[in-house]
C-alpha cells in the first residue's frame, strides 16, 4: 500500500471538487450538493458494509435523528445553525450508543431485520408526532434562521456557495474517516474481523469493542449528513426516513464499487444523476433502485456475497 | 361505546387481523423453512392479491375468483423469481435480501404505473352485521378469521399427511441430506416459494374488502411478517402462526386506546424487548 | 516445581442438551511443561480445547489460570492474559496478506513480554526456513496447506502466550512441515506450556512430557510417555477401535 499515492490522489479529487462549484451552472450545481450531501451519508453506511461486511437497512434512523434535531432546532428558533448542526450530529451519536446494544448481538439476517424494524419503528414516531415533525408533508425551514452575523460578514446559508461548502465540509469529513482507518492499517483488523469474528476474538482482540467503535462512527456521520441535507434543502420530512432512505445508501455503496474512499461518491453520484432525469418521465422512477439492486446481484463477478466479503481496495 | 365494548372489539378486529396476518406470517416463514432465505418481497405478494382482486372486481364484478386466480398468479411469478434470480445467486443470505430487496421496488413500482397511486376498494361479499349486546361485528370479518385458520389448518395437514408435504418437510430439515433419499430438491424449492407467495396473496385477496389496496400496503404486510417470526421462530410455523395471532392481539388492544401508528410502534418495541431475552424465539424450535 | 501450576481444570463436565461430552476432567498443567490430549474421535478433546479457550461454558467445573478463576472470562479476555489457540481447520485470514496476519497477532503481544524481540525472530526464521518470508505481501492461498497450517502456528506464536494451545497441528502436514512446527514450538522457549491435541502419536512422544487420554468424556490415564503406552487400557481404547 503506498500511502503518500493514496493521500495524493485523494486531495486531488478534493481539489476537482472544490473546483467544480466555479465551473456548474446553477441546476448541476445544486444537484452536486445534493450529492455531496448524500455521499457522506454513503461513506457512512460504507464504514459498517465495507470494512465490517454488515448490512444494515436501519440507517435512516441515524439520518433522520441529524435531520430531525438539526430541522427542527432551527425551524422553532431555539439555537443558531451551527449549534443546531452540532445537537443534530450528537443525537445521532447518542441514538446510536442507544441502539448498538440491541442490534450489535446479531449477526447476518437477524441484524437486517431488527435494523429494518427499530427504523420502521422511528419512522413511524415521526408519523405519530406528525403535529411537531410535519410527518409525511414536511417542514420547511425558514429562510431568515439561515443567515449569522459573523463579525463584520453576514453569513447566508441559504446561498449556493454557502451549501455547496457545507456539503463539502462535511464530505472531507466523512472520507476523511474511511481514509484515516485504512492508512492506520485499523482497516486491516476489522476486515479480519469481517471474515472471521471468532479467530480474531482468539488473537486477543476485543471484537465487541471495534464493532461499536465503527456503528457509532458510522451513525454519527449518517447524523452529519441529515444535519446538512435538512440545512442544504431547507427540508425534512417522513419520506427522508422511510425505509427507502435505508436501502439507498446500501445501493450507493455497492455501485460505486469497492473503493474504499471514492467508492461511495461515485456511487451516489451516478445513482442521484439517474433518478433524477428518471423523475422527470415518470413518477415510479424508484423502480430504477429494484433494477439497480437485481442487476447488481446478479453480475457481480464473484456473486454480491463475494463484492462484499472480498477486500475493499484504497481508492 | 362504554370502554368495555370498544375492548372487545378491539380484541375481535387484533384476532382477525392477526390471524390474518398469520397466513402471510407463514408463508414467509416456509419459504425460510424450506430454501434459508429472508424473502423481502414477500410483501408484495400480498399486495398483489389485493389488487388483482381489486381488478377482477372491475372486470367482472365477482371477486370470489381472485380467491384461486390471484394467488395462482402470485406462486406463477414466484416461481419465475425463484428460477431466474434466487437458484442464479444460490440462495446465499445477503444477496438474496438485496435481491429481493430489488424485486420489492420492481414489483410496487409497477403497480404504480399501472394502477395509480390511489386506494382502491372493494365491497365486501357478506354485508350482515351480528349482533351482540355490545355490538354489531362484521360478519365479513369473521369470515375472514374462519377462513385463515381453514387455510392454515389445510397447510398444515398438507404438510403433515402427504409425501409432497413429507418432502418438503424434510427438504427443510436437512437439503443435502433429501437429495440423497432421491428428493428433487430444485422442485421443493420452487414448490416451497410458490406456495408461500399463494398463501400471502390469498391474505391479500381476504383483506381487500375490510382495508382497501394501496401499491404500497405490502409494506405492512412485510413487517408483520418479520415481527411474527422474530418472535415465533425463523423456519417454525406453529410459533409464527401463534406469535402473528398474538401480535394481532396486542395491536388492536393497543389500537383501542391509542391509534394504528402508536399500536404499530409499540408492536415492534414488544418485538425488540422479547429479542432482547429470547434470540431464538418464544417457542425456541428451529425446526417446525 | 514449587510454584502454582499455570492451568488448573477441576471437574470439568459440559453437557448438550442432555448429552454429556465431558464429565469430571482433572489435570494441571505446569508453567513450561508440554502435555499432550489424545483420545479417539469424539471424545471431548476439542470440545476441553473450546472450554479453556473460553469458546464454550462449562455445565459444571472450574479453570484456574495463574491462580485466577476464568470460568467466566470471554474468550478475547483469555487471550489477552497468554492463552493462544489454533483451531482444528486452518485459520489464517484469507482476505489479509500474510504479512498483515502476522502483524495482527503481533500486535496483541504488545507489552507482554520481555523476550519479544528474540522470540520473534526465532519465530520468522522458521517461517524463513520454510520459503514463506519471500512472499509475505501476497495473501495466504498461495502456500501450500501445510505452510498455511505454518503460518497460523506462528501466529499463535506470535502472541507471546503462556499457553499454547495447538488442536490437531499436524493433520495433513507431511514429514518436512511437521519438522517445521516443531521447531517453531521450540522457538517459544521452555518458559511456554503447550497443550497439542493429537492423534499422531509419533509427534506427540517427541514433544510431550506428559499425556493425558481422553476417552468419551473422562479421563482414562495420565502419565508420562512411556507410562501411557504401556498402559493396557490405552492400547485396548485404541486398537479397540
Known sequence: MNARRTIVSYLIILLILYLLQFVLPPYPHSLMTRIMVFAIYASAYNLLLGFLGMISLG????????????????????????????????????????????????????????????????????????????????????????????????????????????????????????????????STLLLAIKENEDRT?????????????????????????????????????????????????????LLGGQGTVLGPLVGTAFLTVIIDIASSYTSSYLIIVGISLIALVLTAPEGLLGRIKTRWLRV | MDPLSAFFLGVLDGLTEGLLFALVAIGFTLSYGILRIVNLTHGEFYMIGAVMTWVLYEAAKNPLYSLIIAPLFSAFLAVIIERTVLSRIKYAPEPTIIATAGLLYIIQQSTLMVIGPYSRSVPPPL?????????????????????????????????????????????????????????????????GFGLSAALAAAAGVLIVPIRQAHYLMGFDALLMSLLAVTIGGMGSLRGTFLASVMIGLFGGIVAVFTSPTTSRILSIMLVVVVVIFKPHGILECVKK | MSKEPLLQVRDLTKKFDGATVLEDVDFTIAEGEKIAVIGPNGAGKTTLANLIIGRLRPTRGRIIYMGREITGLPPHMRARLGISYTLQSIGVFRTLTIRENVELAEKTALGRNHRREYVSSAIIQVLEMAGITSQMDRPPSVLSPGHQRIVEVAMAAMTMPSLLILDEPTQGLGEQDIGLINRMIEALGDKTSLMIIEHNIEFVLKIAEKIVVLDRGRILTEGTPEEVVTNESVQRVYLGR
Open chain 1, 59 to 186: 440507517h435512516s434512523m441515524y439520518f433522520g435523528a441529524g435531520l430531525y434535531v438539526t430541522g427542527l432546532l432551527i425551524i422553532n428558533k431555539l439555537v443558531d445553525p451551527f449549534s443546531a448542526i452540532i445537537i443534530g450530529v450528537f443525537s445521532a451519536t447518542l441514538l446510536g450508543v442507544a441502539t448498538a446494544p440491541i442490534l450489535l448481538r446479531t449477526r447476518g439476517p437477524m441484524f437486517i431485520i431488527l435494523t429494518l424494524m427499530t427504523s420502521l419503528a422511528f419512522y413511524y414516531a415521526v408519523i405519530l408526532f406528525n403535529n411537531v415533525t410535519g410527518g409525511e408533508q414536511g417542514l420547511v425551514l425558514p429562510l431568515e434562521r439561515l443567515t449569522l452575523p459573523a463579525g463584520k460578514f453576514l453569513i447566508d446559508l441559504t446561498s449556493p456557495v454557502a451549501r455547496y461548502n457545507a456539503a463539502l465540509l462535511g464530505l472531507v469529513i466523512a472520507m476523511s474517516t474511511s481514509l484515516t482507518i485504512y492508512l492506520k492499517k485499523y
Open chain 1, 201 to 253: 476474538e482468539l488473537l486477543g482482540y476485543d471484537v465487541y469493542r471495534h464493532k461499536l467503535t465503527v456503528f457509532l462512527l458510522s451513525s454519527t456521520l449518517s447524523g452529519l449528513s441529515g444535519s446538512l441535507y435538512s440545512i442544504t434543502a431547507r427540508y425534512i420530512g417522513a419520506s427522508l426516513v422511510s425505509v427507502n432512505y435505508s436501502i439507498m445508501p446500501l445501493l450507493w455503496a
Open chain 2, 127 to 191: 354485508s350482515t352485521v351480528i349482533s351482540t349486546p355490545w355490538f354489531g361485528y362484521s360478519s365479513y370479518k369473521i369470515a375472514v378469521a374462519l377462513a385463515s385458520i381453514m387455510i392454515a389448518a389445510t397447510l398444515w395437514i398438507f404438510l403433515k399427511r402427504t409425501n409432497l408435504g413429507l418432502r418438503m418437510r424434510c427438504v427443510q430439515q436437512d437439503a443435502e441430506l433429501a437429495k440423497n433419499f432421491g428428493i428433487n430438491v430444485r422442485k421443493i424449492y420452487s414448490l
